[in-house]
């Protein structure tokens, strides 16, 4: 069993930046594919980035050049920066670890609002 722990999350106004983070409890983290995922209201939980155990990354269309996925072996842990943040950033975001099984985060709430 993997436990993922997310922060990072909260209120910022449009054009603006987070970064998330997500710390998993898991000795093989380096193992991995990492990814964050997001739900907004009324819409299903989407890809955002993922990163696999050799570095290699994926994002979704609507936050390529924007957003940028991170790991660190060391930590065991996984970081989303999230720049030019736009309204429609607005989501609960989650972490996910996959090997043989996949895990999930509690998620992290975002909202981009003046």
């Known amino acids: 069993q993997v436990q993922l722990v997310e922060s990072g999350g909260g209120l910022v106004q449009p054009g603006g930046s987070l970064r998330l983070s997500c710390a998993a409890s898991?000795?093989?983290?380096?193992?991995?594919?990492m990814g964050w995922y997001r739900r907004s209201p009324g819409k299903q939980r989407e890809l955002v980035a993922h990163i696999t155990s050799g570095g290699s990354t994926t994002y979704s269309n609507s936050v390529k050049g924007r957003f940028t996925i991170s790991k660190d072996n060391v930590k065991n842990t996984v970081y989303l920066q999230m720049n030019s943040l736009k309204p429609e950033d607005t989501a609960v975001y989650y972490c996910?670890?996959?090997?043989?099984?996949?895990?999930w985060g509690q998620g992290t709430q975002v909202t981009v609002s003046s």
């Open positions: 996910n670890a996959a090997l043989y099984v996949s895990y």
């Open positions: 898991t000795s093989i983290f380096s193992s991995y594919t």
